[in-house]
DNA sequence: CCGCTGTCCTGCCAGC
DNA sequence: TGCTGGCAGGACAGCG
């Protein structure tokens, strides 16, 4: 599950492969995923020097030169890889490939956006009109910028009756936090997920800031975290799933965990908003 | 405006 | 062994 640590390590693997690269073709092989693809993207891509790289929330940004930019999002199940073009023997699909980017280069490269279960998007826009669009404009703040405070989350969650879990899931309110750093974030701030938002005091919040730029900063560091179908764009996978502290670990004990697990029963497993939580009843309140 | 539910989709795994 | 049903979930539409 692509979240904000995997993505960002997916762009950092992209620009290194891409930037300073040209698109000299482009293989749509279904209509869309989530949404169509644009109709027009071959057309406007094609040509295009990759000249940056940048992630927003959980989408990738790739800018060319000619004034447009690609804006991709993993959904779920989405792979991005990056590889040798081979002229030897004719290119191989994988089942789910459904966007394929050829590059120049010695050698070129070939980009190939895989996605089974079909919740990534891929669109492009202007780069003048960047900031404006339709999925870029609603998100709130990132969670690893100087704006990310205390203060910011007390107010926009005063008074919100929804719990803390389910608005640290909300993009726009902060942007790029998925299941997974929602529940670790929760567990290392003590905050149970079942609070109510508005309910959670400052010093909760300040605490809370501190932990999601901690796992989130760490799992950066181990390459994201690879549970299902992550990988980075050479393949290999991440190794935060190896240091979670609760996510998928129910009836386990939590980290440095002096409770008695026969009457607690370990790590709890509770479905708020139609998806799984885990977390620590003892540590979290 | 707010919060909740349904929807999209396929792979995987438990259970029979 | 092979089938089936449930589950995984990011983001948005639509509802009350």
Redesign the pocket.
Known sequence: ???LPEVETVCIGLAQALIGRGIIGVEVRRKGL?VPFPVDLTQRITGGVVTAIHRR???ILIALDNGQTIIL?L???GRLTTEVMCDSQPLQYG??DHLIVQFTGSPALLLRFND????G?CEVTSTSNLDQH??LK?LGIEPLSDEFTAEYLHKILK?????IK?AL?D??IVA?I???Y?CEALFYAGISPLRH??DCTYIMLERLVTTIRQVLLAAIAAGGSS??DYVRVDGSAGAFQDQVAV??QAGKPCPSCTCDLAKTEGIQ?V?Q????TFWCKIKQV
């Open positions: 599950m692509p979240e989530r929330a959980k989408y999002h959904g779920m199940s089942k789910h089974p279960r079909r919740f998007l339709k999925l609603p008074g919100k009756g929804t719990s389910l899931l993009q726009h790029g998925g299941n997974i929602a938002a508005g549970m299902r996510y998928d497993r479905v908003g139609g998806r799984s």
